[in-house]
């Protein structure tokens, strides 16, 4: 029977510390659960994008590289009862063998619940993550080559570049 690794982010938006990441967890396991946390927030500064475009981010990245036939997705809501957000993701994904993550609370929060969690290596920590490249489209800064072509399109499509720098002014207004 193949065995099945969970991978849990926020994907804001999709880049390529998480396609390493993606292409790291397949040499371990089988098949992949892609869960996309924080389901339920979006146009913020933190999480611009709802689950809908960043699930298209996904799809269009595993699509475009052949992956689709070893991967599912799902999304995971946040919750305020930190002792149940293990029965979420348990409850949102099929059965997985073991988790592969890097963010302290979720391995404690996983592994309090039994599951056996594995750490990533990071490629280029300081640049390819999230909040960076936030940052540099909020400056006009070069984003598209941290992220793979399928989110750049996709970013375009819904106008993400302006409605991160609207959400930053907002954020900012004096």
């Known amino acids: 029977m193949d065995n099945w690794g969970l991978y849990i982010g926020r ?3 999709l ?6 990441a993606i292409r790291y967890i397949l040499s371990k396991v089988s098949n992949i659960i892609i869960a996309i946390g ?8 933190i999480n611009p994008f ?9 799809w269009y990245f595993l699509k475009d ?3 689709l036939d070893r991967c599912i997705l799902t999304q995971v809501p946040d919750t305020e009862q930190h002792y149940i957000w293990a029965s979420l993701v348990k409850q949102h994904s099929p059965k997985f063998s073991i988790a592969f993550s890097n963010d302290l609370f979720t391995r404690m929060l996983l592994e309090a619940e039994g599951y056996i969690v594995e750490s990533i290596p990071y490629i280029n920590r ?3 993550n999230a909040t960076n490249i936030r940052r540099l489209i909020i400056e ?10 399928s989110t750049v399109k996709i970013i375009e499509e ?12 907002l954020q900012n207004k004096a």
């Open 50 to 58: 709802t689950v809908g475009e960043r699930i298209k981010m996904i």
């Open 126 to 128: 300081e640049v390819l």
């Open 11 to 13: 994907f804001q938006p």
């Open 140 to 149: 006009d800064g070069d984003w598209k080559s941290l992220v793979p072509g």
């Open 15 to 20: 880049h390529n510390g998480h396609v390493y």
């Open 38 to 45: 924080s389901a339920q927030h979006s146009y913020t500064l």
């Open 65 to 67: 590289e052949g992956l």
């Open 158 to 169: 819904i106008n993400g570049v302006e409605r991160i720098k609207r959400l930053y002014a």
